[in-house]
């Protein structure tokens, strides 16, 4: 509701600048000081009036971009085997859609305590921070090295891979530490399957604790 209201005062708004800007240029265009009373004909207005008509448009649509939804500041921690769990992704995404918004997704990533923050993507130039006021699905994803190769094996090995790459400008066939795998179970990053959910709530602590396998 409250962003509806929003989407409509901002609608008014705008028409209240579409109808104004008219005037105004207008009055502009006809003033003594700017044309001929020949210039302000009502052939001249009929080519010059679709081009403000157009101009207010441009305006009109600029005030509609400028909507962002409703939300709320989430944080949480992610744990395994009672244990943070650190550089894993959290991916919140409505469970329905949001007017004016279509299904809304807020990303986040664990530090080392395992801790993370939410952001809402708006659109491609956009972010909001925190999640949607509404249910989410929840997503953890994150990998680890291939098996029985250490993290520090494995960026020790990719630094000296990059490095080689840099140099020699060649890849060969097998080299490098190869790709990371999964580190949790396949429906914790699955939309479909996962058993992890949130509802973010206006006003409240919206700090969740997720604990993944």
Same mark, same amino acid.
Request: aromatic share 4%.
């Given at each position: 509701m409250e962003?509806?209201?929003?989407?409509?005062?901002?609608?008014?708004?705008?028409?209240?600048?579409?109808?104004?800007?008219?005037r105004l240029l207008e009055d502009v265009l006809c003033s003594p000081a700017m044309c001929s009373p020949a210039m302000c004909s009502p052939a001249m207005r009929a080519v010059a009036m679709p081009c403000v008509a157009m101009c207010c448009v441009a305006i009109v649509v600029g005030c509609a971009?400028?909507?962002?939804?409703?939300?709320? @500041? =989430?944080?949480? =921690?992610?744990?395994?085997?009672g244990q943070p769990l650190a550089g894993a992704t959290v991916v919140f995404s409505t469970v329905e859609p949001v007017a004016g918004f279509g299904r809304l997704?807020?990303?986040?990533?664990?530090? #080392? #305590?395992?801790?993370?923050?939410? =952001?809402t993507r708006i659109d491609s130039r956009r972010s909001a921070p925190g999640a949607a006021i509404a #249910?989410?699905?929840?997503? =953890?994803?994150?990998?680890? @090295?291939?098996?029985?190769?250490?993290?520090?094996?494995?960026?020790?090995?990719?630094a000296a891979h990059q490095q080689k790459i840099d140099s020699q400008g060649l890849i060969a066939a097998g080299d490098g530490p190869g790709p990371r795998v999964s580190a949790l179970k396949p429906e914790f990053s699955d939309s479909a399957r996962t058993p992890l959910a949130a509802k973010v709530a206006s006003g409240g602590a919206n700090d969740f604790t997720f604990a993944v396998e």
């Open positions: 962003s509806l209201v929003r989407r409509k005062s901002t609608g008014a708004a705008c028409a209240g600048m579409f109808s104004l800007g008219s971009g400028g909507n962002v939804p409703v939300t709320a @500041p =989430v944080t949480g =921690v992610v744990t395994r085997a997704v807020a990303t986040g990533r664990t530090g #080392d #305590d395992g801790r993370f923050t939410l =952001v #249910d989410h699905r929840v997503t =953890v994803s994150a990998s680890m @090295p291939p098996a029985g190769m250490t993290e520090a094996a494995y960026q020790a090995q990719l």
